[in-house]
Each structure stands twice: as C-alpha cells, then as structure tokens.
C-alpha cells in the first residue's frame, strides 16, 4: 500500500495507471473506518484494478468548528485496516494541499436541487462542501467507479446529480446500510454514544421498519397521522426528532400516492449525538 500526500505524487501515480490501461476504484471516506467502508472497499476491488481510499476530513462539510475538532481521527487504525485490506493507494492530503489558499475564497461546486432539502435545510453547506471535495477527488483521480453508502442517501443521490450534469465519465456503485445485529446502521459518529445512548440507538432503525409495515399496510392512506405517531415514538425513547419523513426514492419529492418507490429519511439527535439512518420501500397502486 502506497501512501500518497501530495497531489502531485498522486497525478505520477494516476498517470502512470492510465498508460498501463488499469481500472481505478475510488473510495472516498472522512477516515475513522469501520465495517461499512470495507464493504465498500471489498465491492471495490471486484470492479477494479487499482483501488485508491482517500482519507480528508474536509472542513468546509461542516456546521461548526466545534463539530469539526469532535470528529474522531484515527489514522494509524485506519493505516492498519487499509493494509490489511490490501488497497493500492491511501491518498492522505493535508488541509493546505487541498485548499492552499484558504477556504473561504475556495471555488464551490453545487448541486442545488438536492442540496438545500432534508438535510441540507438543517445543515446549511454541508451538500456543497461534500460535492466541492468530491468533484477535486474525481478530477485528481479520474476513476472508472467510485463507492458509496446508501446510508448517507441523499448525498448519495447528490453524487449521482453531480456526475451526470457535469460529464464524469464514472460509474457510481452503491452499497446497502452496513448494520451491526441490532439494526443500528454503522457510522463513524458512533463513537460519541455513551452506554445508554448506544443500547437506544437501533429503536431508530425498528421505528422507521414499523412506520414502512403501517404505511403499506394502509396502503399510502393517513400518512400524516402514521408519520405523527412514528415521532412522538421516538421522542419518548428520548430522540429528539429533526427529520423523519417520507419521501419519493429517485427525487426526493414530498410523497405522492402516485410514487411507487419510497423511501422513509431519518436524522435525530441522541444526546449530543446526530444519527442519520433510512429505508426504501414500494408502494403499490
């Protein structure tokens, strides 16, 4: 396993790939890996020849400095991981090698459909800081596929609008919520639950797999009251409730009736930490 700090280490690297014709695999991660991102890795390797993993905890995705300076960075473990897994290349840029001259005057891209809706009306420039990091990594990489969780499935759709509307010529491959037996999807954010917080956590996952059987089960009929109840559920399993609502799987609509494809998307706070989880579903005519 190659790690590679520089960008212009990296440009060698891929060009050097490029001539010998080889398949690159992207998968981008904020670090802290657990079991989901090597799920992705794992994907990544039957479709590719080289896989790359990039490690960038990108500050402009965040609400908060605070939040920023909380989130969990383990390098070494994820060294460990990485070459266990036997990946080709970790790219692990300093902040000033990816934005030398700051952030603030720093070029964004937007995907603005998709990125100011649900999660992105709670956390104002989160979607754009993802897209932004996103698009340098595709342009410094160039891969053929590049992998994502469909935890985080809003931005994973984000993803997808950013690559057809600009012309990457990459194919984006998903991979289903990675979950640990409990039902509780795996997130690098898990870390800050404490003991109590950490046995409540998967009553996330039950309630949005009940409120789907209701839905079904009333055949799209009441939709406010089953969501209503859902959330009252969870509040008084002590979430605090920012988002939990049914929407369109392909377009992030309202729901419709009309929508045979669905999906419930789900972000709570559980003490001081945010848990983001959801599920798709169909609903016949």
Known sequence: MHIIKTIDSLY??????????????????????????????????????????????????????????????????????????KIDILFAPDISEVYPDGIKMHTYIDVPKLSKTIEGKSRPGHFTGVTTIIGKLFNLIQPHFSFFGEKDYQQLLIVKTLVKELNYPINIISVPTVRLENGLAFSSRNKHLNDLEFKKAPFLYKIIKKTINIIIQNNGKKIYEIICSSKISLRKKGFLVDIFDVYNSETLDVFSKKSKNNIILASVWLGKTRLIDNEKFILLN
Do not use: R
């Open 12 to 85: 060698k690297k891929i060009q050097f790939f490029k001539k010998k014709q080889k398949k690159i695999g992207l998968v981008p991660t904020m670090g802290n890996l657990h079991k989901g991102h090597i799920k992705l890795i794992l994907l990544a390797k039957k479709y590719a020849d080289i896989v790359i993993v990039s490690i960038f905890v990108n500050p402009i995705q965040f609400d908060s400095a605070l939040d920023l300076k909380k989130y969990p960075q383990t390098f070494l473990e994820d060294c460990l991981i990485l070459k266990k897994e």
